[in-house]
């Protein structure tokens, strides 16, 4: 009896998206997955809300208090910090770092070493802060993408704590708010009790 080989089972082929296709359809569908992490984030906003009640004790007014001196020597010089840099070169490195190189991450640079480091920023470095090169546009591509999927929790939790808000401007849901509410907490915690706030009359004076 001849045996027959057996055919190979062929497949339809699939079409891969190309990385810009993919970070476009990406971020057309951003909001539908921010909404999917809504209760991560709230879970997020809640474990970090005790800082919010610090003013309400002594303990916690002590504790802003030596921040405030630990954060304030580090600024003007009169804490050393264990770095070779003067002084005035570590202020020109703290606007460096102020500055967020989001479109080719030129300020991280620094953590690949010396070496790699200066290979990296000889092609990706930013001229002005609307100028700037890059590597390769599949590389900017997969850093927006990582901005993409960060940018929505990392700003929902800066401008919660900042003032109360979800981008600067549109106030949080009910749920959110009632997240500071429950435990007595206060946004802009940092600004009202160091004198930096509109509202740094209603809480208990700090200095």
């Known amino acids: 009896m001849k045996r027959t080989q057996p055919h190979p089972k062929v497949y339809p082929a699939v079409c891969l998206p190309t990385v810009p296709s993919f970070i476009a359809l990406f971020c057309v569908l951003l909001p539908l997955q921010a909404e999917a992490q809504s209760v991560t984030g709230m879970a997020v906003l809640k474990g970090l809300a005790p800082v919010t009640v610090l003013s309400n004790t002594p303990e916690g007014r002590a504790a802003l208090a030596a921040n405030y001196t630990v954060t304030g020597g580090i600024q003007t010089g009169e804490i050393r910090q264990a770095t070779l840099l003067h002084f005035a070169e570590q202020q020109q490195q703290t606007l460096r770092d102020a500055f967020i190189t989001d479109k080719n991450l030129a300020d991280l640079a620094d953590g690949l070493g010396t070496t790699l480091g200066s290979v990296y920023l000889a092609s990706a470095h930013y001229v002005e802060r609307t100028n700037f090169t890059k590597l390769s546009q599949e590389i900017t591509d997969v850093i927006a993408y ?29 749920n959110a708010i009632a997240i500071l509410k429950e435990i007595g907490g206060h946004p802009d915690i940092f600004g009202t009790s160091y004198g930096y706030s509109p509202r740094k009359n209603a809480l208990l004076g700090l200095l």
């Open 146 to 174: 990582a901005n993409a999927t960060t940018s929505e929790n990392s700003n929902s939790g800066k401008y919660f704590f900042a003032n109360g808000t979800t981008d600067g401007k549109t106030p949080v849901s009910a």
